[in-house]
């Protein structure tokens, strides 16, 4: 378990946030090079426009997603209703590798939650030392969602760098910038270069159909690899 985690402490990772629960996405995106993958449940999905039912609802499709990859798998447990024990924990059993809910939305007890990463995610209303001091009660990994709702789609700015790389800076734990802008595989060198650990992407960049999850993944992914290539040169 953990093994999302562990590949964000080895080096750049790239994950693929998919806009629907379906298996043939998954498939995609790990033929496209995903290094781990995210699902959610009880959310309505901005990016794509996709409503996530109730955890007895997308069942059968998750479970479908964990048997037809070979990669770590995360999930989005919901923002609306408080999250229950019972259900995290079935998550787990399920075999889920991290979850991933909004610090405001992630209950105390989710804290002693060992069995999977525990993933927060900021939005533009948090500053750099409100998200720093999630680390100290327990934050394991950060989702930097900080780009406001009205700018998504928008490209890659110099701010949006200079906010990446002064979190990275502050915060001691490893970091994962999603696809709130249109990142091109370009961007991937400068988003690392400033400290990130990890690159979600999702339908702003990927689209929702199982082609066009592969091609991107795969356009990202490479960018990723050459990146290596160039840092062992």
């Known amino acids: 378990m953990k093994r999302t985690h562990q590949l964000l402490l080895d080096g750049p990772t790239l994950i693929v946030s998919l806009p629907d629960n379906s298996p043939d996405l998954a498939r995609a995106a790990e033929a496209g090079g995903a290094h781990a993958l995210k699902t959610h449940i009880n959310v309505h999905h901005d990016a794509s426009g996709t409503h996530f039912g109730t955890l007895a609802q997308e069942r059968p499709r998750l479970e479908e997603i964990l048997a037809a990859v070979d990669l770590p798998v995360g999930i989005v447990p919901g923002v609306t ?35 999977m990463t525990r993933v927060m995610a900021v939005d533009a209303n948090y500053s750099v030392d409100e998200a720093a001091g999630l680390a100290q009660v327990g934050m394991e990994v950060l989702e930097a969602a900080v ?31 999603p696809s709130q802008r249109r990142l091109e595989p370009h961007d991937v060198a400068r988003i690392v270069g400033v400290g990130i650990n990890g ?35």
């Open 147 to 177: 780009i406001p709702h009205e700018e998504y789609g928008e490209p890659l700015t110099a701010a949006d760098l200079a906010l990446y790389a002064r979190l990275a800076d502050a915060v001691a734990t490893p970091i994962i910038v």
């Open 81 to 115: 209703d408080p999250l229950r024990r019972e259900e995290l924990d079935a998550l787990a059993d399920m075999g889920f590798d991290f979850v991933d809910t909004f610090a405001q939305c992630f209950p105390s007890w989710l804290l002693d939650m060992e069995r």
């Open 199 to 233: 690159i979600m992407i999702g339908a702003v960049v990927a689209g929702a159909e199982p082609a066009s999850i592969e091609a991107a993944t795969r356009a990202f992914r490479d960018a990723l690899d050459d990146l290596a290539a160039r840092c062992l040169s």
